[in-house]
């Protein structure tokens, strides 16, 4: 494979497993980072408490709590851009799917944080000074310094935070919620001069370096991975479609050209946001893991059509300009830490997972990929992976599932032990749709594979 680097000249050899430890296993990296955000949050909590003013009855205790649901909410702020400014390392170590779960997450409690912020603040204030509190609160926003641009930041963020209640999401179109997703930046640089003109904990020079620091750090962060990386690679490597083929009905294979790809050095398993600079596909940078590099200077992915930006590709024109950022995802060897491997791939979630069967260091009889489609015809590369299974000893079970039979399901525990007798000792690689990943889980989970034996990647974001 010439631009998707994953030792293939370790093909037959069973090698070192990338991954395996010695010793002591590491924490894992989501623990750590995980570890990092708690440990900041604490920190941000004592910045608070060593700097907070003498409480003087009720409204001081509503203004205190105010103040501290203001900081909390400050910190999950910088900590929202931070996990979507798609560093490297968080994208692949932790995979996106989750980096991105963790945002949603991060974003609801941010939205609850913003929503008692304002209210004790308002309320405790209008206390303080005995006055209406629905007049009070209009002055105070009109008067107090970097109050109102703070109110109208505080309302967009409370709009994206709507948008992306999933009752919501499901309603309005992917476009719509990403470009209102992006005016989040514009509200934090609107909330941000009131955070250190207002707050309390931040007259001392250091706590205001601390703040400075982070939302600067969190700025950089995005300008760099998310504008100026793209920007620099995408002028250097000048993709451009060099051919669409159709797979089966439905199912399309872009190639895509570009020079120096090798300096991308994407891994097995990993995708890219592709953009088709044509028209209607212009404004949408959608993800497709790569299938497979059939030559130097060639890409190549393998798409299902689920809606517009997917149907458009197949009218592709070679030559088109493509803009493609990443390499992204953590479903990478370096995730793999047994010897045996099963492969468990749905529908068109084949495609990260082809490459690692061609790719994963393995002796021959440890690599098994079973295939389930829902129709001979929606077996797309299924040519390919039986030239892998033949040249590297692997098995490939191909499973056709109909939608709609009243059949036992192929993903029991049941059925997968029958594929692969000793499945509680094998790694799992599964990439599929949503309903198919859940059961697989079920079953894999039911046959003995422990969780942290199962690496998946939702297609789903
Ligand atoms: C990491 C990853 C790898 C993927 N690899 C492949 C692949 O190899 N082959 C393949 O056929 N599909 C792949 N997908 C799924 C593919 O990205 C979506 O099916 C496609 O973007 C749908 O877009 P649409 O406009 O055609 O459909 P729509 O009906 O408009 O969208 C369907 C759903 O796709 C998701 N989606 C749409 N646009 C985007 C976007 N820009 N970014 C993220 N999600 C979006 C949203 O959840 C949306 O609700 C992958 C998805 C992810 C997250």
């Not at 996106?96 to 004790?120: C, E, M, N, P, Q």
């Not at 309302?155 to 990403?178: P, T």
């Not at 640089?189 to 969190?218: E, I, K, P």
């Amino acid at each position: 494979m010439a631009a998707i680097h994953g030792g293939a000249g370790a093909r037959s050899q069973p090698g070192p497993v990338p991954g395996q430890r010695s010793g002591a296993p590491l924490p894992e990296p989501a623990v750590l980072v995980q570890a990092v955000l708690w440990t900041g949050l604490i920190g941000v909590l004592a910045l608070w408490w060593f700097t907070a003013h003498p409480v003087i009855g009720v409204a001081g205790w509503m203004i205190g709590a105010g103040d501290i649901f203001g900081m909390v909410a400050g910190y999950t702020c910088a900590l929202l851009v931070l996990l979507m400014a798609r560093i490297p390392y968080l994208e692949h170590t932790i995979g996106s799917d989750r980096v991105a779960r963790w945002h949603a997450k991060a974003g609801r409690y941010t939205i609850i944080l913003l929503v008692f912020h304002v209210v004790f603040e308002y309320w405790g204030s209008a206390l303080e000074r005995q006055a209406p509190i629905l007049s009070f609160s209009w002055q105070m926003t009109m008067i107090f310094p970097y109050l109102l641009p703070a109110a109208i930041g505080g309302l967009l963020l409370f709009a994206v935070g709507v948008v992306s209640a999933s009752v919501v999401r499901r309603r309005v179109l992917y476009e719509v919620w990403y470009f209102l997703h992006l005016t989040t930046y514009v509200a934090l640089f609107l909330t941000f001069g009131h955070q250190l003109a207002l707050g309390a904990s931040f007259t001392g020079t250091f706590a205001r370096t601390c703040w400075f620091a982070l939302y600067l750090s969190a700025a950089c962060a995005v300008l760099y991975y998310r504008v100026f990386t793209p920007v620099r690679r995408n002028l250097r490597h000048r993709l451009r479609v060099e051919s669409v083929t159709t797979e089966a009905p439905g199912t399309y294979s872009v190639l895509v050209r570009g020079s120096r790809l090798d300096e991308l050095a994407p891994r097995p398993g990993q995708f890219f946001r592709w953009r088709f600079l044509t028209k209607g596909l212009r404004l949408s940078a959608n993800p497709y893991s790569l299938s497979g590099a059939p030559g130097p200077g060639l890409l190549r992915i393998t798409i299902k059509q689920s809606g517009d930006h997917s149907a458009r590709v197949a009218h592709l024109r070679p030559g088109t300009r493509v803009w493609a950022e990443g390499p992204y995802g953590a479903l990478t060897a370096a995730r793999r830490r047994r010897g045996k491997v099963l492969l468990l791939a749905g529908g068109v979630g084949i495609t990260p997972l082809r490459t690692l069967f061609e790719t994963l260091p393995a002796a021959p009889g440890d690599l098994t990929m079973v295939y389930l489609a829902r129709s001979e015809s929606d077996l797309v590369l299924r040519a390919e992976l039986e030239a892998v299974a033949a040249s590297r000893g692997g098995t490939l079970r191909c499973v056709v599932d109909p939608p709609g039979e009243d059949r036992p399901s192929p993903l029991t525990a049941a059925a997968l032990r029958a594929h692969v007798d000793d499945l509680a000792v094998h790694d799992v690689y599964l990439c599929g749709p949503p309903g198919m990943m859940a059961a697989a889980w079920d079953g894999l989970r039911t046959a003995g594979v422990p969780a942290r034996h199962i690496h998946h990647e939702s297609f789903a974001l």
